[in-house]
């Protein structure tokens, strides 16, 4: 079992929809991040979070500790949206842990 | 202020070939990370350096792959005698600051990264 599973691997919407991108670790963390990576490769980071929400534009970022779960909205989703969404938590030794990533494509 | 620069963006080897991919930090940023994304794959930590030196290598296979980041110039992760298996996405990125210190991805700046393909 993967030490972070993401959930959907994959997910179509269409635009305007709210759209929910789960993660659940299995590790102890100091730190979540979400990170986006684009079609041509590139990759940014949208959020660090180690408590509560944050909230960027049409974007939300949640987590619980103790459930070992974040939880990354996207509100009146846009086909620009479309991209691999990444959590990657920050264990014991410092070092980012990956999941494999959430596709998620949106229809105009 | 230029991001992260990676070249080659696409590199082809065959079989037995040694692969060499530079990465240049953003201006200002003396620590890099290299990664390895697999097909279907998350991305893997494989070696964080500072100038002139390796930091932590512990996700760097032990044979044919080397990494620095010399006093001049841009970081290079180089492969020897390539294998099928070695094709994948690697990814550099840098900070200013020692990332796990300051725990923030927010400070780590992504480049487009390199994908290798072993024929």
């Known amino acids: 079992k993967n030490e972070v599973e993401q959930s959907p691997q994959n997910l179509t919407a269409q635009e305007g929809e709210f759209i929910t991108i789960n993660c659940s670790y299995s590790v102890g963390i100091s730190a979540l991040h979400w990170l986006q990576q684009h079609p041509g490769g590139g990759i940014v980071s949208l959020f660090m979070l180690s408590s509560g929400k944050k909230k960027h534009g049409r974007l939300i970022a949640t987590i619980n500790i103790q459930e070992k779960h974040s939880s990354l909205h996207i509100t009146a989703s846009h086909p620009r949206d479309s991209a691999v969404y990444i959590c990657?938590?920050?264990?014991?030794?410092?070092?980012?842990?990956f999941g494999k990533g959430t596709k998620l494509s949106v229809k105009p | 202020n230029a991001g992260v620069m990676q070249n080659p963006r696409h590199l082809v080897r065959r079989r037995g070939q040694e692969a060499r991919l530079r990465c240049s930090p953003m201006?200002?940023?003396?620590?890099v990370y290299w990664y390895r994304q697999l097909p279907e794959e998350g991305l893997k930590f494989m070696v964080y350096l500072q100038k002139e030196n390796i930091i932590d290598e512990s996700g760097m296979p032990k044979e044919r792959f080397s990494a620095e980041f010399p006093k001049e110039g841009p970081s290079i992760l180089r492969i020897q005698q390539v294998v099928r298996g070695d094709s994948a996405a690697y990814f550099c990125a840098s900070s200013p600051y020692r990332d796990r210190i300051t725990s923030g991805a927010n400070v780590l700046t992504f480049g487009a990264g390199s994908r290798l393909t072993v024929l």
């Open positions: 990657a938590v920050r264990g014991s030794q410092g070092n980012l842990i």
């Open positions: 201006k200002g940023h003396s620590h």
